[in-house]
């Protein structure tokens, strides 16, 4: 048995106290990733963004806001975990300023100064331990295979999960899974339920021998 952790849903980052950049992220491909893992008989501890999907009962949860609230609630959790499954899908930026009263309407456009957020799933990696071992995803729009195998390595990832953006609040999935040498261990597709469990059968092969 395996204490893993993962990351689901998306996070929000504001811009006034009302409004805030956030993604379709609806977390149920972590909840399909956590019930998979309790099935197969591991621990699971979710960090996640703000969701309308139900987890499963056994599965504790750390509700986060932003990424860096998620950031913060991994460097936490992580060091008594096995593993790390980062499905999350953070926001990449965020205002440079928060506004600290709702921002009026006066008919002219306005100018957003964006920085980066943090890397969560980087971050674990350059951390992990040797026994650890860390399973990112990667949403591509073009060159797909290639930024997922950059994304990889430069994450320090074991494996990673490459889908497109028809996953975003959708019911299914089709993902390739791919290792540290560039191989496709898996090419899986239908329900999102189906696609986490075949997920959860690669990451118990390769990483969990």
Not at 126 to 135: H, I, L
Not at 151 to 166: A, R
Request: overall charge negative.
């Amino acid at each position: 048995m395996a204490q893993i952790l993962i990351t689901s849903g998306p996070t929000r980052q504001y811009i006034d106290p009302v409004r805030y950049m956030t993604n379709g992220s609806s977390g149920r491909m972590g909840a399909s990733l956590a019930t998979a893992a309790i099935a197969a008989g591991h621990d699971v501890t979710i960090i996640s963004g703000p969701v309308q999907v139900d987890y499963p009962s056994q599965a504790r949860v750390i509700p986060v806001i932003t990424t860096e609230e998620m950031l913060a609630a991994c460097e936490q959790e992580f060091p008594r975990c096995d593993g790390l499954i980062g499905v999350a899908a953070p926001c990449d930026y965020r205002p440079e300023r928060v506004e600290g009263h709702k921002i009026a309407k006066t008919g002219q456009p306005i100018t957003l100064h964006l920085i980066e957020t943090p890397d969560v799933v980087a971050t674990m990696g350059a951390k992990k331990k040797p026994e650890q071992w860390v399973v990112g995803f990667a949403l591509e729009t073009e060159d797909a295979r290639f930024r997922a195998l950059v994304k990889l390595e430069k994450k320090n990832c074991d494996l990673i999960v490459l889908n497109g953006p028809e996953a975003m609040n959708a019911m299914e999935n089709q993902v390739e899974i791919l290792d540290r040498g560039g191989e496709a261990v898996a090419i899986l597709s239908g329900p999102k339920e189906e696609v986490a469990a075949g997920i959860m059968q690669a990451i118990q092969i390769k990483l969990m021998k």
